[in-house]
């Protein structure tokens, strides 16, 4: 157990919809990162957040955005969903900022599914 | 743009034998380099990491070696057992605007260990 939680496990919804991630840190890390894995896919890079900032964006569609809020957790809101959009949508931790100094702690990650 | 390219992509190995996994990568200014292993519905889980002041890393039957001059970096797995049958990921930071570093991931190796 990493101590990264999130929820929900499984989402199920149509095409169209807007959903929302939640994500909480292991306590005492600031950063936290959104990572997206397709079917069979690697990891892909959506944002990271620290203390309450949006440090660094990777490939993140315009449709899809974050906050880390005061208690440090962190919600990724997916709007008008696209079937392409099923993955499996993890988070992670750290305790600083620059993602060479600090290693990062996965979740257990949100199955989403878009039908 | 920055690039870690892993190898092999599927590994098949019996119990008892050695697994080496390898990643080369882009940018030399690289200093960390994390390994993930994901088992089947899980998160990726830090397994051991290594940074570009040192050669070498063990931690019981796993080592990371790395040749900053060859830009590569790979996960000696020894006496395989059939739980280490899991995807691996390895991980290079690289620079990033804003004066720090992103962690750049491989697309996985899946290693099957067979009894």
């Known amino acids: 157990d990493s101590g990264v939680t999130q929820t929900p496990k499984h989402l199920i919804t149509a095409t169209g919809q807007r959903v929302t991630l939640r994500c909480s840190p292991r306590s005492g890390d600031l950063s936290v990162y959104w990572y997206q894995q397709s079917l069979d896919q690697g990891l892909q890079f959506l944002i990271q957040?620290?203390?309450?900032?949006?440090?660094a964006k990777g490939n993140i569609l315009e449709r899809f955005s974050a906050q880390q809020f005061p208690d440090l957790h962190s919600e990724l809101n997916l709007s008008s969903l696209e079937l392409g959009d099923s993955a499996l949508y993890f988070c992670a931790s750290s305790v600083g900022q620059d993602q060479g100094l600090y290693e990062q702690y996965f979740g257990p990650g949100t199955r989403l599914t878009v039908t | 743009g920055e690039n870690v390219e892993q190898h092999p992509s599927t590994l098949s190995v019996q119990e008892g034998d050695s697994a080496v996994i390898k990643c080369t990568y882009s940018d030399s200014a690289s200093n960390y380099f994390p390994w993930y292993k994901q088992e089947l519905g899980k998160g990726p889980q830090l397994i051991i990491d290594?940074?570009?002041?040192?050669g070498e890393k063990k931690d019981q039957r796993i080592a990371v070696t790395l040749n900053k001059t060859a830009k590569h970096f790979s996960l000696h797995i020894t006496e395989t057992q059939p739980e280490d049958s899991a995807v691996y990921f390895c991980a290079a930071s690289a620079g990033f605007s804003g004066g720090y570093n992103k962690l750049i991931f491989g697309a996985g190796t899946r290693l099957a260990v067979h009894p």
């Open positions: 290594i940074r570009s002041n040192v």
């Open positions: 957040y620290y203390n309450g900032e949006e440090r």
